[in-house]
């Protein structure tokens, strides 16, 4: 539980623009969620298994069904997740500047609520009254009553600003190595290693290689889908598809699925297919 003094001191707020007033929610601490929506509560799981050591991709399909989340909100708590994780170290600058101290100042468990609230705010299309409402229902679950206020303080002042005014905000200006490594969250060390495989391997000039680098980190951070093969004659891609698997376009034998848990498919269970790139 962070301490009692990590609730934000009252400042003024950065020049620029926002989101309206009117379209923050308005609710006391108190008056939010009292317990972490489901799905909500699995991403939140993912993330602290990571920061122990597990790999989410072959974390998260035992937490799906350990929470028993149907198809929807296996969906969200997937993209909820993966996205935090993705955009962590951007999302951690938003934090820092939110709540005017830096992130390893914060607990862990509340840090990550921080960031899942953040990306509901700024990569996904929820409500800004709806995260703020979870994320301090799910701080209230993990880390008790004490976070709530200090987590609704954050989320409110991250909810002033469009993900655009946080790019300006907090990435440094100059499109510099380490301006890319906040903006797109990578290392710094792998923005400077894929501009030098750029030039390198003669991909892009001096003139052009920022816009190739800049393309190049948001391919990175676009997120893959889950490529399934039929086995021939064990299954078919008839079959994977009406499991919610959509044809391939590649291969005959294939399926992609866009979300979700592929062991929830019978044929994948049965080992009549697998997940297997294209």
Do not use: C
Not at 196 to 201: D, E
Not at 229 to 235: D, E, S
């Amino acid at each position: 539980m962070p301490a009692p003094d990590q609730r934000p001191q009252p400042r003024r707020r950065p020049s620029g623009g926002g989101r309206p007033h009117g379209q923050r929610s308005r609710q006391r601490p108190s008056d939010r969620a009292k317990h972490a929506e489901p799905a909500r509560f699995a991403a939140y799981t993912l993330l602290r298994a990571v920061a122990d050591g597990a790999y989410a991709n072959l974390e998260l399909p035992s937490i799906l069904r350990r929470h028993r989340l149907d198809t929807r909100d296996a969906a969200f708590a997937t993209e909820l997740a993966f996205g935090t994780l993705r955009m962590q170290g951007f999302y951690d600058a938003v934090i820092e500047r939110a709540a005017d101290r830096a992130t390893t100042k914060i607990d862990a468990g509340v840090l990550d609520v921080l960031r899942l609230g953040a990306h509901q705010l700024l990569g996904m299309r929820v409500p800004p009254h709806a995260a703020a409402d979870q994320t301090v229902g799910l701080a209230r679950t993990v880390s008790g009553a004490g976070a709530s206020g200090f987590v609704n303080a954050v989320m409110r002042r991250v909810s002033e600003r469009t993900r655009e005014e946080w790019v300006t905000e907090v990435v440094p200006e100059g499109g510099s190595t380490a301006a890319l490594a906040v903006e797109y969250s990578h290392p710094e060390w792998v923005v400077s290693a894929l501009r030098g495989a750029l030039l390198g391997h003669g991909r892009a000039t001096a003139e052009t290689v920022d816009t190739e680098l800049r393309a190049l980190l948001e391919s990175d951070n676009t997120p893959a889908k889950v490529s399934l093969v039929a086995r021939p004659g064990l299954a078919s891609v008839e079959e994977l598809v009406a499991a919610g698997a959509t044809a391939s376009e590649t291969s005959p034998h294939g399926a992609v699925l866009g979300s979700g848990d592929p062991g929830a498919i019978a044929a994948v269970r049965e080992r009549r297919a697998a997940v297997q790139d294209e």
